[in-house]
Structures are given as C-alpha cells and as structure tokens.
C-alpha cells in the first residue's frame, strides 16, 4: 500500500496515464493525491477529470487556481484566456457531471503518514497560518463553492489586494486572500506580504522578498508541506517544503512522490512530456 502525491498535470492526460503505469499505481491498494491545477493548458483537462473520477476514492484532488478559472469560466464569470485549452471539456457532453466533481474539491487536506503530519496544498501557506489555520480557511472556500449561490463567488474572487493575512478580515476580502496564499503564492515579504508579479526562480527573488517556504517563523515549519504551482522552482525536496511542478505542460516532466514507511523516505517518480504550450 503506497501514498503518492503528484504534481501539476494541467490537462496532459497521456502523460499522468503513463506516470500511473510507470508506478503500478493500483486502486485497490494505493493512495495518490494531486496537487491541484488538473486542468487547463495541456491537450486534454477532460480525460484528466474523467481518470480522476474513475479512480475516485483512491485518487483525491485539490482546487489549484486553473481549476478555479475553469469554474469561473464555465459560469461566465471569467473570459478565456488566450492560452486556455478548456473548449473541448466545456463543450463535452458529459461537461455538467466533470465540473460538479471539480467543485467538489477542497483546497488543502492533511493526513497522516508513519505517524507524521503532511499538508497538502496547491501552491502556498502564509507564515501567520498554523496547518489547523490552513485547514480551517481552506474549509471557508470550499464552504462557499457549495452553497446555492455559489457562482456570485468567483465575481468577488480576482484581484491582489489585500495582500496580507489578518484575522479581522470579512467577506470577499477574507476569501480572496485564502485563495491566493493557497492558489497563487509563489513570494512573500517576511511579514506575509503576498507578490503575484513574478514566477521566477525561487533562487532569485524580488528585492525584499523571498519563497513562502523560507519565512522565518513560519508556522507551518514543523509540518512538512507538499505543493505545486511552481514550475520555475521545479523538484525540491526538504525536511519542511516538499515542490513537485516539474514543468509536465512546458515539456519538462510529470513527477510524483512516492512515500516510504515515514514521510523522510521518499522516491521521486516521473514520467517525460512533449511540450504542449511555449513558456512567456
């Protein structure tokens, strides 16, 4: 029995159905978790879901922030993007049955593995946030995606400001931070403050700031937490901070994690892909 997490597939579902057979995945006896933006970019986000959906209870997703434009964009609320490859799986009969299982998707999960703690998140945690913060303001999105007037949600949802966690937050403000630290984060300033203008290298930030994963204090260190979202950054593996975009989308690779009896022993796992999209 295995546990795996794999990183963004973006719609290349020949390679994540060549990632399960290079690792044997099995149903019945292993568990794999992917680390949002299923969808989006790639050949085929339709096959995607429907593969995801077939294996449901042993294959378990998060909302990634091109999952989220997926919904907007099926509700009108969003235009396309020129880069966007979501045509087919909106026109797809079975279209309604695809996205009512995406929005039934959270946007963290925990677990424990050998008797440690591992959280489970798209792109980033702010150094304020505990993981029983992270889970709880996870849970305030996924709350709003499944009450009845869910879609007024994603009218509220864009845009970078604030750009800063604080508990007195409300409303849409509050929503749209919580979905941008778990969706978008890639660089933040030591006290949190959140940079959506650069994708570099987590090796070259912007002045005054620095990965989310290197705050000092952050309260999730104890944790060890496992994303995606950042392809530049690529494979990283560290006791804390665990990165697993290797680009599948840019024809770079679809990798997986494989866990051993603690979640220290790892193996990474990952299959080539042909480029779908130019970077830039």
């Known amino acids: 029995m295995a546990l795996y997490c794999v990183g963004d597939i973006q719609g290349c579902a020949d390679a994540f159905d060549r990632l399960l057979s290079h690792i044997g995945f099995s149903a019945s006896r292993d568990t794999l978790h992917v680390l949002g933006d299923l969808v989006n970019r790639g050949p085929d986000s339709a096959a995607v879901l429907r593969r995801c959906m077939a294996l449901e209870g042993s294959v378990h997703a998060l909302l990634g922030n091109h999952d989220l434009h997926l919904l907007a964009l099926a509700q009108g609320v969003r235009p396309p993007s020129r880069r966007d490859t979501l045509a087919g799986l909106l026109h797809a009969p079975d279209r309604n049955a695809l996205l009512e299982w995406l929005r039934r998707q959270p946007l963290a999960r925990s677990l424990v593995h050998g008797g440690e703690p591992l959280l489970l998140v798209h792109a980033g945690v702010l150094p304020q946030w505990s993981p029983s913060d992270v889970l709880a303001c996870a849970a305030e999105v996924h709350a709003m995606l499944h009450e009845r007037h869910w879609a007024t949600f994603f009218r509220e949802m864009y845009g970078n400001r604030p750009d800063r966690w604080s508990d007195g937050l409300r409303g849409a403000d509050r929503l749209r931070?919580?979905?941008?630290?778990?969706?978008?984060?890639?660089?933040?300033?030591?006290?949190?403050?959140?940079?959506?203008?650069?994708?570099?290298?987590?090796?070259?930030?912007?002045?005054?700031?620095?990965?989310w994963f290197d705050v000092p204090g952050r309260r999730t260190r104890g944790t060890l937490v496992a994303f995606g979202h950042w392809s530049t950054l690529g494979w990283m593996s560290r006791d804390d901070a665990l990165g697993l975009d290797t680009g599948c989308v840019w024809g770079g690779s679809l990798s997986a994690v494989r866990f051993g009896g603690t979640l220290a022993e790892r193996e990474h796992c990952r299959v080539a892909c042909p480029q779908a999209q130019q970077p830039g």
Do not use: Q, W, Y
Request: aromatic share 6%; glycine share 8%.
């Open 177 to 211: 931070v919580i979905v941008n630290a778990l969706t978008r984060l890639r660089f933040c300033s030591a006290d949190g403050a959140m940079d959506f203008g650069s994708s570099e290298s987590a090796a070259t930030p912007p002045p005054g700031l620095m990965p």
